[in-house]
């Protein structure tokens, strides 16, 4: 499968600013959401998940044809509680219908990853909607309930070596886990919206507790509310995961560095730019003061 991305003369860097601004003023809007954590994590959620359906051996899935919109991809279990993200970009979509679902899917998440003090991530248009028929099956997404050689099977399908993978990985930063959307829960203590390498200090520095929660899952639970995946806690039971948390939690500029590369790769999976392409670096809202 190939995906060429459409170059639209019209659209220069102004039109797709205006668009993050949209989005970046709504996340400052709606701050109630989800606890007063705002809208940011599930909008890095859903520009994850509509790409993390790519597949390396024929070149399938990922972000380019948009087609989370279509009921297959969105009604699957890995993709619970994203409906929320897609209702947020919604109103925004009507007002900018001349971009694809997917270039709207992934500025989403670029625009919630920067709004949130992180790294600057790079962005190409030219992504274009795909038929129904393009929709990949359900399953291609993760499942928490694994450790390290599972993880790295997983992130191997989508091109991520173990250091992109560690990287992509500390956007747990984020946000938090929900029992009605995949049945872990917490943290109880504080679910940030500020994009850090906490994820890594805390991996490193809480003491974990594998406990069976109330909805039959194993999930690790800190004495301070906090909560890890298997998958999260993998990346400290592997050394070469554990060397890499370990360099990220003591060097925050090196994590931004590889997160930024990392995400870019990520949404960018299965897309063929041609020369000249345009690429993004946007302003947040505090550097246009606004
Ligand atoms: C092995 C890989 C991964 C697994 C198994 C995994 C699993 C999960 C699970 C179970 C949740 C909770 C969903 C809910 O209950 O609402 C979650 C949330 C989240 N994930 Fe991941 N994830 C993985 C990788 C990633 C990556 C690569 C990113 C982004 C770069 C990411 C970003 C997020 C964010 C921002 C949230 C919080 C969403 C919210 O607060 O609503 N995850 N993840
Ligand atoms: N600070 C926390 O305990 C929550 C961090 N965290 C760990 N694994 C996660 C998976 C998704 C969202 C937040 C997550």
Redesign the pocket.
Known sequence: IVHIAALNKDRKIDDYQRIYNKIAEKIREEDEYDGYIGYGPILVRLGWHSSGTYDKTNNSGGSYGGTYRFKLESSDPSNNGLQNAAKFLDPIYKEFNWISHGDLYTLGAVCAVQEAQGPKIPWRPGRVDLPETETPANGRLPDANNGADYVRNFYARLRMNDREAVALTGA?CL???HYKNSGFD??W?A??NSFTNE?FV?LLNEQWKLEKNKSGNYQYDSPKG????KT?YALIQDPSYLKIVKEFANDEASFFKEFASSFQKLLENGIDYPKGAPQYIFKTLDEQDI
Do not use: E, Q, V
Request: proline share 6%; no cysteine; glycine share 18%.
């Open positions: 747990h946000g938090r886990t917490g943290p203590g679910a940030s994820f805390n906090y909560m890890m995946l999260d």
